[in-house]
């Protein structure tokens, strides 16, 4: 593969003109503020490949100390990350939806912790550098937040934004 060149993250539709894939798309480009379409085909390809290995995993023996090692590191990832519950197993992983991976994105937890008016304004403050988890800056909006994380979301301290008082802080923030 020559040099700059990189593979796909995501697969796209089959069908390219389906009227109701395509207003389904729409609305959850516009709920969560995505830049475009790629980015939920990214969602939509790593929520595959959760199912993909919950299936293998649920199909192999029960009594293999191996399988139960990976079946624990899957299973811990994902409830890390907080797409899955503390209670939930390997089957509940096949019923995720796509707004279950969307949802675990740096520009939704700043939008639902109320530091943003919008999801776009929330994506705007990350690209600008006005964000901080842990006291290190991300600028890259679908970063994934895991679940011990999502508290130390914050605006960082020498942005314009840390004042209460800034004109473009989200009401009550």
Excluded: C
């Excluded at 991976?101 to 740096?106: A, H």
């Excluded at 994380?149 to 914050?154: G, N, P, R, S």
Aim: charged share 35%; hydrophobic share 30%; aromatic share 6%.
């Amino acid at each position: 593969m020559p040099l700059g060149t990189k593979t796909k993250q995501y697969e796209t539709p089959n069908h390219p003109f389906q009227g109701e894939r395509i207003s389904s798309e729409h609305s959850l480009v516009d709920r969560y503020g995505l830049k475009n379409k790629e980015e939920l085909w990214r969602a939509q390809s790593e929520l595959r490949s959760y199912r993909r290995e919950s299936r293998e995993l649920l199909a192999q023996p029960q009594d293999d100390a191996v399988v139960a090692r990976r079946r624990g590191e899957f299973l811990g990832r994902l409830k890390r990350v907080g797409i899955l519950g503390e209670e939930d197993g390997l089957g509940d992983v096949l019923g995720l939806e796509v707004e279950d991976v969307l949802e675990r994105r740096l520009q939704t937890v700043v939008y639902r912790k109320g530091l943003a008016n919008t999801p776009r304004q929330a994506r705007q403050f990350i690209v600008h550098g006005h964000v901080v988890v842990d006291d290190r800056r991300r600028r890259i909006p679908s970063y994934v937040v895991d679940v011990d994380e999502e508290e130390l979301v914050a605006f960082d301290e020498t942005s314009p934004l840390a004042d209460e008082l800034h004109p473009e802080r989200a009401e009550g923030q």
